[in-house]
């Protein structure tokens, strides 16, 4: 499968000249146009995020969607490649009628998230519902076998369950 039409192209690194500060800054404003300054709906509610705690005067979500998956926030390591995707967040959300996405809903511990996983491209985005909106949670590559089969098995189940 190709690249969805109305999935934006990556932002490379390369393109800034490999200046880190710079492109972080590039991804940032980015994540900030996309959420902070209007944000997106699901299923007619807002997809909000989590400010605080801030890092870096970014806002918590922002971490969340860039950086390995570490507890501490200090000790996030930045995920080249889900930064290069951050254009695609929005989009994989707002597209989500396109049966190139799956959509399923799991637990994690008391809370429901709402997996969007764009399976040819090797992305997740994935929202925590609220009462009355969703949160932007986190996103990532899902490039593993292991984690390409836990999925399928995930969104198999839920469809079993649910149709």
Request: net charge neutral; proline share 5%.
């Amino acid at each position: 499968m190709s690249k969805p039409e109305w999935l934006p192209g990556l932002i490379e690194l390369d393109e800034y000249g490999g200046n880190w500060r710079e492109y972080i800054e590039v991804v940032y404003q980015c994540f900030v146009e996309q959420f902070v300054d209007n944000q997106p709906l699901y299923k007619g509610m807002t997809v909000a995020f989590k400010r605080h705690p801030e890092e870096d005067n970014k806002v918590y979500t922002f971490g969340h969607c860039t950086s390995s998956d570490e507890k501490i926030i200090a000790d996030r390591v930045p995920d080249l490649r889900r930064c290069e995707r951050i254009r695609w967040i929005r989009p994989i959300i707002e597209n989500c009628h396109d049966p190139a996405i799956k959509i399923w809903k799991n637990k994690r511990k008391r809370e429901t998230r709402v997996l969007f996983w764009l399976e040819e491209m090797d992305f997740v985005v994935i929202l925590t519902e609220r009462k009355g909106y969703y949160i932007l949670w986190t996103t990532y590559m899902t490039d593993r076998p292991h984690t390409r089969e836990k999925f399928r098995k995930e969104y198999e189940a839920y469809i079993s369950r649910n149709s």
